[in-house]
Nanobody, 128 residues
């Protein structure tokens, strides 16, 4: 039923750009706050950026000025434009429907919270 599918990840050189997209289905996308998380081996599940149902946006300090989050409520998609990438941005990036929870230990649904939806993740690798 509910499905979030990320795409757009890949291998890029430092300083390069990449655009991630999340396609949502099975729920009323326009009514949900959405966010992008990322997790690298040995690291926490970091909230990178969030956007509310009304369009209010927040970014992690580590990506401020480099990343841009956006949503299209007609297409039910969530995008993340990533510019000036550096090796520290290397991680699996996830689309999520409960960003108000903030950073987590692991990118997985919290208990049995039904509206905390996750995609399968897409790998972003920044390396020369």
């Amino acid at each position: 039923q509910v499905r979030l599918v990320e795409s757009g990840g890949g291998l890029v050189q430092p300083g390069g750009s990449l655009r991630l997209s999340c396609a949502a289905s099975g729920f009323t996308f326009s009514l949900y706050s959405m966010g992008w998380y990322r997790q690298a081996p040995g690291k926490k599940c970091e909230l990178v950026a969030s956007i509310s149902s009304g369009g209010s946006i927040n970014y992690a300090d580590s990506v401020l000025g480099r990343f841009t989050i956006s949503r299209d409520n007609v297409k039910s998609t969530l995008d993340l434009q990533m510019n000036n990438l550096n090796p520290e941005d290397t991680a699996v990036y996830y689309c999520n429907s409960d960003p108000y929870r903030g950073d987590r230990d692991v990118c997985i649904r919290h208990g049995d919270v039904g509206y905390d939806y996750w995609g399968q993740g897409t790998q972003v690798t920044v390396s020369s």
